[in-house]
């Protein structure tokens, strides 16, 4: 999230909105964006897991969620994933959102 934070910018200038969503706490999440200074919008998955199971994210029998990104265009369809340690690096998000955001 801390690298997604320091490029909202790139973000922004595609039009594009990011969310963190995590199977913690809203607590928690609270924790970790102020420790890191995060302004980007924390969503808890903690009482359901249903957002990351449907998804297909979530690692059901550890209640934790695969570290994934989505980018998602303005009609709701995926056009980017990128799962496990490589989900932190937003250089992928970044040009799939520039792409979206200019497709004619």
């Not at 029998?61 to 490589?86: C, H, L, M, P, W």
């Amino acid at each position: 999230m801390t690298a997604y934070q320091s490029g909202i910018a790139k973000f922004d200038a595609s039009e594009t909105k990011v969310f963190g969503v995590s199977t913690d706490n809203t607590p928690s999440q609270k924790e970790f964006a102020a420790k890191n200074n995060i302004q980007v919008p924390m969503l808890s998955d903690f009482a359901k897991r249903e957002v990351t199971a449907a998804y297909g994210v979530l690692i059901a029998e550890a209640g934790v969620a695969v570290r994934s990104t989505f980018v998602i265009d303005k009609e709701g369809k995926i056009v980017y994933i990128e799962q496990g340690n490589t989900a932190v690096d937003p250089t992928g998000a970044e040009v799939a959102c520039s792409r979206a955001a200019h497709k004619k």
